[in-house]
């Protein structure tokens, strides 16, 4: 499974993208489903989305669940 870090973006404003979070109490991947690659968080390199499409996921900012550091898969 392919493994790609992500870009670490400044906090987004809630008008110019869509965050994707998880709130559980121990981290998880936000997102997993059934594609091939793996994307890591930029800062702290987190597994943010397991068995993804990066160009599924491309129009989201993911939210470390580990860290808190916003990423885009783009």
């Given at each position: 499974m392919?493994?790609?870090?992500m870009r670490v973006l400044d906090e987004p404003l809630p008008e110019d993208a869509r965050v994707v979070t998880a709130m559980r109490p121990k981290p998880q991947p936000v997102l997993a489903g059934g594609g091939r690659s793996t994307l890591l968080c930029g800062?702290?390199?987190?597994?943010?989305?397991?068995?993804?499409?990066p160009a599924g996921v491309g129009a989201l900012v993911l939210q470390c669940p580990r860290c808190g550091r916003y990423n885009s898969p783009a």
């Open positions: 392919p493994k790609r870090t800062a702290c390199g987190f597994p943010v989305a397991k068995r993804v499409d």
